[in-house]
């Protein structure tokens, strides 16, 4: 059944890139079209044949059984299928786009182009083996995110610690703050993820899985931690990014605009 289910995803991916591939060329399909109408309507919009034809009606017509019929496919038969169904979308990306297939990547839908940057760097570090600079990379990109330059992200915060007089100190009450100001600050990663729609413990486990930084008045920041993330996999590390991707992506209609006021030539922003 799992190979079922991959059979259907294949044939809705495929699908998509027909319908986003159609958009691109202006073509002007029918309303109620079917999947192997695909080489009939980009030839119509003045353009040369997809390829892959043959294979990719051998998908349509093994969905078709499956999702109508009740015919399990043959496990073989979907293994087969799924590098035919690879170079449709790599041939006809290039042929119809200009894109190579193996470099798209849901980074670029991130809107900040400082973050995007990050993310494709961090990613080209982690596979050449640099892995400790590519998950500094990876909390810069959250910081950026969370105060991009000339925006603000409405995000509640946390009172920090009183300094307290010695003798509330000696009556106990530096370990009670402690204790209480621990769990705001708790309650604050929670608020905030649940405001924009993320998971607070996808969220939680994202900070806690690369090194601390701290950050300075000035934009600088120092790293402070011992591990290497050298046994860290490249499945492991994607899903850090693929949570970097969707919280950008929640919080992007957040961000309020910061007024710029000019006083005796200098221009500063106000928050």
Not at 74 to 85: G, Q, S
């Amino acid at each position: 059944m799992g190979l079922s289910i991959s059979l259907l995803l294949m044939h809705d991916a495929s699908e998509l890139l027909m319908l986003a591939v159609l958009d691109h060329l202006n073509a002007n399909p029918a309303k109620k079209r079917e999947f192997m109408d695909f080489w009939d309507d980009v030839t119509k919009s003045g353009h040369s044949q997809p390829k892959h034809r043959i294979p990719m009606d051998s998908l349509n017509r093994i969905r078709i059984a499956f999702k109508h019929s009740g015919t399990i496919p043959n496990p073989d038969e979907v293994r087969r299928l799924l590098p035919r169904v690879q170079g449709f979308f790599e041939d006809t990306l290039m042929d119809y786009c200009g894109i190579t297939f193996g470099e798209v990547s849901l980074i670029d839908l991130i809107p900040d182009t400082e973050v995007r940057a990050l993310l494709h760097g961090a990613r080209s570090k982690f596979l050449d083996g640099d892995k400790y600079s590519a998950m500094i990379d990876l909390k810069v990109a959250l910081h950026t995110l969370e105060g991009p330059e000339g925006k603000y992200l409405p995000r509640i915060s946390a009172p920090d610690a009183p300094s307290l007089p010695v003798e509330m100190q000696r009556a106990g009450w530096n370990a009670y703050l402690n204790q209480l100001h621990s769990f705001l600050d708790q309650v604050e990663v929670v608020v905030n993820a649940l405001r924009f729609g993320v998971d607070p413990v996808r969220y939680t486990d994202f900070v806690r899985s690369g090194p601390t930084l701290q950050w300075t008045i000035t934009g600088k920041y120092t790293v402070f931690s011992n591990r290497t993330f050298d046994s860290m996999s490249v499945q492991r590390f994607d899903e850090l990014v693929a949570f970097l991707i969707d919280y950008a992506l929640r919080i992007s209609d957040s961000y309020i605009s910061t007024p710029v006021r000019r006083t005796a030539g200098i221009v500063a922003s106000e928050m």
